[in-house]
């Protein structure tokens, strides 16, 4: 079984269950082409509606028809067609990038521009402190130089302003809503002392230009790194969609063709040489070959595909030439699906930053009101000049708050925290998932296909007598070749391996009959044959002698031993078993390491859970579990207190998963545990579930200090800005600083996020 | 002085009125062109009214460079689109409930909602 690569299919979401497609066409001339399409569309058995945007060349086609179809009708009448989202995210990522440089640039530009005057002025306010105006000429100058920085609000600050009143013709208030007001603020009282220097008191006249083009030039290089920043916390999601191929080499009719991936259409037959990348979902026709996986997986040794075998877009061709079958092509490719469900992952919020959205929904007008007052405080209490107090106090308030920290704190850390899981191989569903699981007490691990590998193999096969190996191992396989239970496919499975059975074979078991909780018996070649468990040895009157207890010892191995008789007498003992996977053992021990409580679940006997749960060092087991059992377990768990992690494969599991606080699919699992799943596990190591853990954890921590340091920025900051140390100190806050403070705050709190990026899963 | 006080007062009385208490009409968005456009930090129109029971599709027009306008969230169902520049954008709505959704950027400074009416 290739591992983990079809896990992501979570739900298989084949075409036939869509209800709306949105499909890109090509060649629309001019409008009367639309009729044209739509009625093309619309004759197709399942299209329920059909629109065509002329302007984007979009047609949102509703129904059950496969997009297969809806794209041949459109070939049929002319046109070229391809899924428009699938094509979009690689080009919608270019062009992103295109326009956030952009506007990294004019950012850029505009605090120069700002700076260019903020600077200057600010020195020869240090210098001189000399900004007021008392004569004429003085008059004269300042006016100058309050044109000059009405020119650098225009040009540099514009965007704070016409953000402003719009936002404030919408009755809402953003950050643009205090800028424009603190540095306007400033602005408008140093015109008035420019204009009518006689109206304000001697010691007030003073001006404040340089405060407005300093804050507009900081904020400015605050929101151009913050704009960098912002980029490298996408760059798991940028990995994901570079693993997309561009082309895909398609076999139709004979020909060989280059064709864009988003023309794929299913059950097309595509060749991929070594060292290409698969292009979209399918089944291996012809050739074998090893594909590198790591990519999706985490899991680093490539996988050996053949005939039949599955192989997943992004992954890497190393050694062979195959052909496949396409059977998920477009958004239904495991990778699409991976990056719709990162990408939707990292913008859902964890419980934890609701009382930060709170906030930020009534930050910018409680501000304005703090600004009021605080210009009523020192107006009616303040030293002379009174009105410059009232005036600088109210213009830092405005300027310091920084509802972007705040706003940014949780969005940023859980955007690089998913994309950090998904780099391990760990899918997380949402933010809730990812806090809930940063706080786990208790894991339930499913035996079969969760701890084990899941597919049982003949491990032993203890010959008495004259009967030698392969002999019992064929006639095993004859009886067993009709039975469906999973440890008689594991013995035809072994035989057939070893060349001793064939479908040939089949039927060559006569008088069959089962024997209800003992085994089975037939004559084969007109011989009596027997196979089952020790009371079926006894009953039957086979003696067992000393293999009695090398059954024990093979039960006690965590194997299934079964016995096998041939005319009475006992042939051979064949013991079979599920094996562990290779890292279970570590992998259980970190999560023992981090305080979890590591519980056992199976519908297994108790001799053979007892021996896994030895084996891998888990000490609480329940064995002979029913499927509908489990999610009782899971509410024993949560009834005593516990949070509890539940980890399974199983279409037996998904109750249980869902009804877990975080329910964890492991990664060869079927689609049903995906569903209800809330993390998933693209590999199948249950390393993922400690890294996954400890990947939730590191995220909450970098979260809480995100929120801690943009509450205690905003709530010391503000008041600091109004005065209140000025009493003690005899100091006020320079408008200036506080820009620079604003700036570099909610940059801090994307920098913080990054850090997320060097968090390593432990190395295993 | 007692002026300045008074008019501090009544500002701050208009802040309260204009940004908390004042209840914006909800635009009727036209059945064949839903667009809402981001432009200048606001979604014009912010207040949509919209006919409930039927899925229907809005678009989004993004004129606003600024990256906190590029992430559209309606978390009530659970939406999260990434908006281009420049470009529609159609964002599929399943039949509503009767009901408030707000809309809103990854950081809640650009805010609208969505008023389905039985």
């Known amino acids: 079984m290739p591992a983990g690569t079809e896990i992501c299919a979570s739900g298989d979401k084949m075409t036939p269950e869509q209800t709306h497609q949105e499909l890109l066409v090509d060649g629309v001339g001019c409008a009367s082409c639309v009729k044209k399409i739509e009625t093309a569309l619309k004759a197709l058995p399942g299209v329920e509606a059909a629109e065509m945007n002329f302007a984007q060349r979009t047609v949102s086609v509703s129904g059950i028809t496969p997009t297969a179809d809806l794209i041949k009708a459109l070939e049929n009448a002319g046109y070229g067609a391809k899924l428009a989202e699938a094509a979009s995210d690689d080009a919608a990522m ?3 990038e295109k326009a956030d440089e952009a506007y990294y640039k004019r950012l850029i530009r505009e605090m120069f521009v700002a700076l260019s005057l903020g600077v200057p002025l600010m020195l020869y306010s240090l210098v001189t402190g000399e900004m007021s105006v008392n004569t004429a000429g003085e008059q004269v100058g300042w006016l100058i130089v309050g044109l000059m920085t009405l020119a650098v609000m225009v040009l540099a600050g514009k965007h704070f302003y016409v953000g402003a009143w719009h936002s404030f013709k919408n009755h809402s208030a953003n950050m643009d809503t205090l800028i424009a007001l603190g540095t306007g603020t400033a602005w408008l009282y140093s015109m008035v002392v420019v204009f009518f220097p006689q109206a304000v008191p001697d010691m007030a006249r003073h001006v404040y230009f340089e405060a407005t083009a300093m804050i507009i030039g900081l904020i400015n290089l605050g929101l151009a790194l913050e704009l960098k920043a912002r980029g490298r916390t996408s760059e798991a999601i940028k990995r994901l969609i570079g693993l997309q191929a561009k082309t895909a080499r398609v076999i139709r009719g004979g020909d060989e063709l280059d064709i864009p991936i988003e023309r794929v259409l299913l059950n097309d037959r595509v060749r991929v040489r070594p060292g290409e990348k698969i292009p979209v979902d399918g089944e291996v026709t012809e050739g074998h070959t090893s594909i590198d996986e790591s990519m999706l997986t985490g899991e680093p040794m490539p996988v050996e595909k053949t005939l039949g075998d599955k192989v997943s877009a992004g992954t890497l061709n190393k050694s062979g030439s195959i052909v496949f079958k396409a059977t998920r092509v477009g958004k239904d490719t495991a990778l699409a699906q991976i990056i719709g469900m990162v990408k939707r992952a990292q913008n859902s919020k964890p419980p934890i930053g609701r009382l930060a959205d709170v906030i930020s929904a009534y930050f910018v007008p409680t501000v304005m009101i703090i600004a009021v007052l605080s210009a009523l405080v020192w107006l009616n209490w303040g030293p002379d000049p009174v009105v410059a107090f009232a005036l600088v106090s109210a213009t830092t308030v405005l300027i310091i708050a920084c509802p972007c920290a705040l706003g940014l704190a949780t969005p940023m850390s859980v955007m690089v925290g998913v994309g950090k899981a998904a780099e391990a191989g760990v899918l997380i569903r949402n933010g809730e998932a990812l806090q809930t699981a940063s706080k786990i007490t208790a894991m339930i691990l499913d035996k079969t296909g969760t701890i084990t590998v899941g597919a049982p193999k003949v491990t032993d096969v203890v010959t008495a007598g004259e009967w030698n190996h392969d002999a019992v191992l064929r006639l095993a396989a004859i009886l067993e070749a009709g039975s469906e239970h999973p440890l008689a496919q594991a013995i035809v499975e072994s035989a057939k391996e070893s060349g001793l059975y064939s479908a040939v074979n089949r039927g060559l078991a006569t008088h069959f009959q089962a024997i209800s909780g003992q085994g089975v018996s037939a004559v084969i070649e007109g011989k009596a044959v027997l ?65 979890i409580r590591v519980v056992m679940l199976t519908g297994d006997n108790r001799a053979t859970a007892k021996a896994v749960a030895d084996k891998v060092g888990i000490k609480e087991f329940f064995a002979e579990v029913l499927p509908e059992q489990k999610s009782q377990k899971v509410q024993a768990l949560q009834m005593e207190g516990e949070i ?4 399974g494969d199983g ?14 699919a492991i990664g060869t699992g079927t689609d049903v545990a995906i569903e209800s799943a809330d993390i998933t596990l693209m590999r199948g190591s249950l390393h993922g579930l400690a890294d996954a853990i400890a990947v939730s954890k590191a995220t909450l921590r970098n979260i809480k200090q995100n929120l801690f340091g943009a509450f205690i920025y905003n709530v010391a900051g503000v008041p600091f800005a109004a ?12 408008p200036v600083i506080a820009g620079a403070a604003m700036a570099f705050s909610s940059l801090t709190v994307v920098t913080n996020a990054n850090r997320l990026r060097l968090f390593k899963a432990q190395d295993h | 002085m007692l002026i300045a006080n008074l008019a501090g007062l009544l500002l701050i009385a208009l802040i309260i009125w204009w940004f908390w208490l004042y209840k914006p009409k909800e635009a009727e968005l036209d059945n064949t062109d839903r667009v809402i456009t981001i432009e200048n930090g606001t979604y014009a129109p912010s207040h949509v009214k919209l006919p409930a029971g039927e899925p229907l599709t809005i678009q989004f027009m993004r004129k606003d460079p600024s990256p906190c306008s590029e992430t559209l969230l309606i978390p009530e169902l659970q939406i999260s689109e990434t908006l281009p520049l420049n470009k529609l954008k159609t964002v599929q709505l399943p039949a509503l409930k009767p009901g408030e959704y707000p809309f809103h950027c990854q950081m809640q400074m650009y ?8």
């Open chain 1, 723 to 734: 005065g209140v140390l000025y009493p003690l100190t005899g100091m006020l806050l320079s």
């Open chain 1, 644 to 647: 509890v992690g539940m980890t």
């Open chain 1, 531 to 595: 196979f089952g468990n020790e009371k079926l040895m006894r009953e039957q009157a086979v003696e067992a002698g000393d293999f009695v207890a090398t059954a024990q010892a093979l039960a006690a191995d965590a194997k299934t031993p079964m016995y096998f008789a041939v005319e009475g007498k006992l042939a051979a003992i064949i013991a079979v078993a599920d094996p562990i996977k290779n890292d279970s053992i570590a992998a259980i021990k970190r999560l023992q390491n981090n305080g």
């Open chain 1, 94 to 96: 270019a062009e992103k």
């Open chain 2, 111 to 118: 805010r609208g909602l969505i008023k389905v009416d039985k």
């Open chain 1, 651 to 664: 279409i037996n599991d998904a109750p249980a998963l869902a009804i877990a606080n975080v329910g964890f």
